[in-house]
């Protein structure tokens, strides 16, 4: 008999292939658009990116970007439609939900909306042997740097020792709420450092988050990170994730949200 809070419910399940920045922000709100018009179920989004992107936050200042690195090293620099600071997405898996407001697993505010997501992260987490936490921060501690995995925000999640593991970040609409977030598999993860005109110091990041590859001592493969999300997810939400793809009406909206906001620069330098 199960313990979860929550009755049993299918949502559908996109695992899908590494993108550019531009694709993958517009495939999330292309998602948010069929949820909030009830075309498609809530809906667990795995995706990877390729090239490497530098993505800053809906109202973060595009001047904190060193342009000429990026360019310079074919990172890809791309303005999400949710709040929070800069991360550099790369060797990652990167997760999404996106469901009506009403779903009881993100209804309520969005601290308790966090808090929910973060047993299923937790539980994927400990899925792969992780010693990791969920936590309330200081709500004084509240982050100012360019950086976002300088600080962990509510319910995010942080090694034993307190180092960030996974960045996440929420939006909502009247008819729908998405939430994403990125788990740093292997690599520097101070690299980003190299991409901001005001960067904190490469050993103050590193000692303030982690990859999983140092949490848990030894390589990590993004399927096997993969496996691990969907297992959690369905364990701590009592879901069946169900393999699914983009119906062709998110697939246009994608195309347009490509041209017409991701990747222009109207929308990517406009703070």
Known sequence: MS????PPATWRLLIS???DGATNMATDEAILRAVS????????????????????????????????????????????????RAILHTDELTYSVIAPPDEPRLSGDILTSYQRLSRALLAALQHLSVDAESRITNRESRNTNPVCFE?????????ADG?????????????AVLQHGTLPL????????????DA?????????????????????????TAEAMVAGFSQALNLNLAYGELRPEERAWVVELVEEKYAAEAWTWRV
């Open 200 to 224: 904190p110091a490469l050993d103050r990041v590193r000692t303030r988050a982690a990859t999983l590859e140092s949490a848990l001592g030894r390589p990590i493969a993004w399927e096997e």
């Open 163 to 175: 180092l960030k593991l996974v960045g996440s970040a929420q939006m909502r609409t009247q008819d």
């Open 186 to 197: 292997v690599g520097d993860i101070a690299r980003i450092c190299r991409y901001l005109t």
């Open 37 to 84: 018009a009830g075309q498609v179920p809530p809906t667990l989004r795995l995706y990877a990116w390729a090239p490497p992107c530098l993505s800053l936050g809906r109202g973060q200042s595009g001047a904190e970007v060193d342009r000429a690195a990026c360019t310079r090293d074919g990172v890809h620099v791309v303005r999400r439609p949710t709040g929070g």
């Open 151 to 159: 600080v962990p925000s509510h319910y995010e999640l942080t090694t």
């Open 3 to 6: 313990t979860s809070p929550y």
């Open 17 to 19: 292939p590494p993108s």
